[in-house]
């Protein structure tokens, strides 16, 4: 069985930074890629950043030059350096992983979701 952990969300003021982390833990051989995505209340989650085993990133154009992912394979870690926060970057956070490998599937997997809330 594979988890997704997330961890670092919280509340900041606006301009401020945060650092959100996501460990997948189970019996996994490889994982293709791993991302963030964003729900903000009454709108549909979006993705926010994803990075690929070979180190390629894309971004959604609104937090291009003030998020960073970054991905630790040996670890199956990704982490999310969110600067300069504004007002609408708050939502619920959400760590995912694609095309994860294991001793027995393949599949693609969610974490439960951390609380990222930006302050005016």
């Known amino acids: 069985q594979v988890q997704l952990v997330e961890s670092g969300g919280g509340l900041v003021q606006a301009g401020g930074s945060l650092r959100l982390s996501c460990a997948a833990s189970?019996?996994?051989?490889?994982?293709?890629?791993m991302g963030w995505y964003r729900q903000a209340p009454g709108k549909q989650r979006e993705l926010v950043a994803v990075?690929?085993?070979?180190?390629?990133?894309n971004y959604r154009d609104s937090v291009k030059g003030r998020f960073t992912i970054a991905r630790a394979n040996a670890k199956n870690t990704v982490y999310l350096q969110m600067n300069s926060l504004k007002p609408e970057d708050t939502a619920v956070y959400y760590c995912?992983?694609?095309?994860?490998?294991?001793?027995?599937?393949?599949?693609?997997?969610w974490g439960q979701g951390t609380q990222v809330t930006v302050s005016s």
């Open positions: 189970g019996s996994i051989i490889s994982i293709n890629a």
């Open positions: 995912n992983a694609r095309g994860v490998v294991t001793t027995t599937q393949v599949g693609d997997y």
């Open positions: 990075i690929t085993g070979g180190g390629s990133t």
